[in-house]
T-cell receptor, first 113, second 114 residues
Framework: AQKVTQAQTEISVVEKEDVTLDCVYE???????LFWYKQPPSGELVFLIR??????QNEISGRYSWNFQKSTSSFNFTITASQVVDSAVYFC??????????FGDGTTLTVKP | GAVVSQHPSWVICKSGTSVKIECRSL??????MFWYRQFPKQSLMLMAT?????????EQGVEKDKFLINHASLTLSTLTVTSAHPEDSSFYIC??????????FGQGTRLTVV
């Protein structure tokens, strides 16, 4: 069985603050994929990043960065200099070697002006 | 990356009618497709897994007679919500997996039953 835990249900920050969204996962697979998605109020799922289990290199994309640590089974997501448009629900997900995905419960981020 | 197209993006239907949602893999052969459902303010939950040419496997608590899944080809799976009721209103999203087992998600379909 696999599990994804996003311990932070809601986070509220003021614009320009940095914010980190935590994600901890459990799986018995040696090959798996980790994802982050953004779901704005409009409802669609916006793909942010995909990482396979063999690639622990951290990644930066603009104001977004991801820290993947297999030793702690974590895949945390940091937004630097947050903006109001970053307000959304963010989901961390794990896809098993068989293609089945398990989502965390999501973290609702509110960025206030 | 691979592209999965889901159609329609949103649909409104009357209670008692059936609605079909399509999930297509555009540039790869999807040996397995997955269907997820998201109720308001909740996470996405797996409903069923379908392999091309065989019957879908449903998760516990999902009514197979209500949510008909067909995976007739390696590029198309359909989910039909039969005799839809307001409680079926939800966000439905598919993912498709090829032989590498990496999964790619469609854009999702927001179903509203009135």
């Amino acid at each position: 069985a696999q599990k994804v835990t996003q311990a932070q249900t809601e986070i509220s920050v003021v614009e320009k603050e940095d914010v980190t969204l935590d994600c901890v996962y459990e799986t018995r697979d040696t090959t798996y994929y980790l994802f982050w998605y953004k779901q704005p109020p409009s409802g669609e799922l916006v793909f942010l990043i995909r990482r396979n289990s063999f690639d622990e290199q951290n990644e930066i994309s603009g104001r977004y960065s991801w820290n993947f640590q297999k030793s702690t089974s974590s895949f945390n997501f940091t937004i630097t200099a947050s903006q109001v448009v970053d307000s959304a629900v963010y989901f961390c997900a794990l896809t098993s070697n068989a293609g089945k995905s398990t989502f965390g419960d999501g973290t609702t981020l509110t960025v206030k002006p | 990356g691979a592209v999965v197209s889901q159609h329609p993006s949103w649909v409104i239907c009357k209670s008692g009618t059936s609605v079909k949602i399509e999930c297509r893999s555009l540039d790869f052969q999807a040996t397995t497709m997955f269907w997820y459902r998201q109720f308001p303010k909740q996470s996405l939950m797996l409903m069923a897994t379908s392999n091309e040419g065989s019957k879908a496997t449903y998760e516990q608590g999902v009514e197979k007679d209500k949510f008909l899944i067909n995976h007739a080809s390696l590029t198309l799976s359909t989910l039909t919500v039969t005799s839809a009721h307001p409680e079926d209103s939800s966000f439905y999203i598919c993912s498709a997996s090829d032989r590498s087992h990496e999964a790619f998600f469609g854009q999702g379909t927001r179903l509203t039953v009135v």
